[in-house]
């Protein structure tokens, strides 16, 4: 089903990025989550510490620091956080909540449809626009399943 991860195999190469780049990539991620991580963006990101790229296959960009991977993006797309930073920070992003039925086959790795967060147990309580990215929960459980983007608005 998943293919476990495997530094040896699967990162092309890693570089310590410049100052300079360091500032752009804090503040891309500053403007994409905005409210979320303003007043957490020094402890997760501190700008003293040295910021690691690492490259992968399939052209998957890794933000590691401290030896913690905290962020990923594909291409130059928008970054995610690690499910590792969203349990440490559950507050950084929007929730959506998927029924008891959906939580097998959100782990498994399936998309989430519009009925699965229109039926009963599901709540969307916070507008998101489209191709936001949002934190998936269940009902009845605490923590965040996945992370995600979007294709449509709350309101639509």
């Known amino acids: 089903m998943f293919k476990k991860f495997s530094i040896k195999e699967d990162v092309t190469g890693h570089t310590q990025v410049k100052s300079s780049v360091q500032r752009a990539i804090r503040a891309k991620i500053l403007d994409q989550y905005k409210e979320g991580i303003e007043g957490i963006i020094d402890d997760v990101m501190p700008k003293k510490s040295p910021l690691i790229l690492m490259k992968c296959h399939d052209h998957i960009n890794l933000i590691v620091m ?59 309580d916070v507008s998101v626009p489209a191709d936001a990215v949002v934190a998936i929960t269940a009902e009845g459980k605490h923590e965040i399943l996945a992370v995600g983007t979007t294709k449509m608005s709350t309101d639509d």
């Open 66 to 124: 401290n030896n913690e991977v905290l962020f990923f993006n594909h291409f130059d797309g928008p970054y995610f956080p690690t499910l590792k930073l969203i349990h440490k920070y559950p507050n950084m992003l929007p929730r959506l909540q998927v029924d008891r039925g959906a939580i097998k086959f959100v782990m498994a790795g399936a998309n989430i449809m519009c009925p699965g967060l229109t039926s009963k147990g599901a709540k969307m």
